[in-house]
């Protein structure tokens, strides 16, 4: 959890839309059910990129994979996701999934060229028990 104000910092610049569900303390529960998965990838101390995986023990969920914009295109989120894929392997888990904003093409075709591919069987719902205490900002 040092490093989520940088982490933070880099969700920011990978145009991903964060909220109430971010904080340190929510996302600090996650480290702590997976810590194996949450990665982060260094060059010299500095972070560059960066995914949070999680799992129910039957699937893997990816979640905020960001790359720094100056070293995109160098194949570090493409890194991060093959190590992902091999911890999970490890874990017995044989599906993953990814939800992915419809305004980012850039992460669908960068998921689409790593293999991944759009269900159109299925639809994702949502519940929000609590209207108040969930924020959403748009960093559009």
């Given at each position: 959890?040092?490093m989520y104000d940088r982490v933070y910092v880099l969700w920011t610049m990978g145009n991903l839309t ?25 060059i010299n101390g500095s972070i560059v990129a960066c995914v949070m995986g999680m799992n129910d023990g ?83």
């Amino acid at each position: 959890m040092d490093m989520y104000d940088r982490v933070y910092v880099l969700w920011t610049m990978g145009n991903l839309t964060l909220g109430s569900s971010d904080t340190r303390e929510r996302i600090q529960k996650v480290a702590k059910r997976n810590p194996d998965t949450f990665l982060v990838g260094k060059i010299n101390g500095s972070i560059v990129a960066c995914v949070m995986g999680m799992n129910d023990g039957f699937r893997g969920y990816i979640y905020h994979l960001a790359v720094d914009p100056k070293y995109r295109l160098k194949g570090y989120g493409i890194r991060l996701m093959h190590e992902l894929h091999q911890i999970y392997k490890q874990l017995g888990i044989l599906k993953i999934h990814v939800l992915i904003e419809k305004r980012n093409k850039n992460i669908q075709d960068f998921y689409a060229d790593l293999g991944w591919h759009n269900r159109d069987d299925l639809l994702i719902m949502s519940f929000i028990p609590d209207e108040e205490a969930y924020t959403r900002n748009a960093l559009i």
